[in-house]
């Protein structure tokens, strides 16, 4: 089955700084990458997504990279501020977030320093 | 618009026990899928329901089953309680339309096994 990898677990930068979370998959046939924000005590939200047609997306602040020759994708968050504080999740799945569900990577606690 | 409701919303048990969580989608989401959260495996997917089938199971052991209603709203049930079984189980619910099927989690059940 799917896997996906995530990295760093932690990361730490100072507010307005840009940061970058990146993950990668084995299985080729994924289609829809999210990428969901979860804060202490709170559910997951998403945050972005993107389907395999698309190389990039935007959305203010935030923007998501996808390779599909590398397998690999990236989130991207720019002039970041305290409340970026939280725990982010990649994932992917085949079948659009569909009957396979999401594959989720192990997350990355993103720490903004004042 | 109500959201993804789960209840109850925390919860103990003991070993050998078995436990019952409900579910109710988005109004009008056909497809709940369920989601074990721990902080050593993150978030797995256990399994997803579209009208009312079962479309697929994650790999997890047979005392987890679950079931979906005519009005979509689902249950999940683990039987044979462990203590490994001490996790936050959070719902799903999408509209299941074609492309990207944006998954909107509910607040989680938190079950204790002592």
């Known amino acids: 089955g799917e896997n996906v990898e995530q990295h760093p677990s932690t990361l730490s930068v100072q507010e307005g700084d840009s940061a970058v979370i990146k993950c990668t998959y084995s299985d080729s046939a994924s289609n829809y990458f999210p990428w969901y924000k979860q804060e202490l005590g709170k559910r997951p939200q998403l945050i972005i997504d993107i389907r395999s047609n698309v190389g990039e997306k935007k959305d203010q602040r935030i923007a998501v990279t996808l390779n599909k020759t590398a397998k690999h994708f990236s989130l991207h968050i720019t002039e970041t501020q305290p409340e970026d504080s939280a725990v982010y999740f990649c994932?992917?799945?085949?079948?659009?977030?569909?009957?396979?569900?999401?594959?989720f990577g192990k997350g990355t606690h993103l720490i903004i320093q004042p | 618009k109500a959201g993804v409701t789960q209840t109850p919303r925390y919860l103990i048990k003991t070993r050998g026990q078995q436990v019952t969580l409900s579910c109710s989608p988005i109004s009008g989401h056909r497809s709940v899928s369920w989601y074990q959260q721990t902080p050593g495996q993150g978030l797995q997917f256990l399994f997803e329901?579209?009208?009312?089938?079962?479309?697929n199971k994650g790999n997890f052991p047979g005392r987890f089953s679950g079931r979906q209603f005519s009005n979509s709203r689902s249950e999940m049930n683990v039987s044979t309680l462990e203590l490994g079984d001490s996790a936050l189980y959070l719902c799903a619910s999408s509209l299941y339309s074609s492309g990207a099927n944006v998954l909107t989690f509910g607040a989680g059940s938190r079950l204790t096994v002592l």
């Open positions: 329901y579209f009208s009312e089938t079962q479309r």
């Open positions: 994932a992917a799945s085949i079948t659009g977030g569909g009957a396979d569900g999401l594959t």
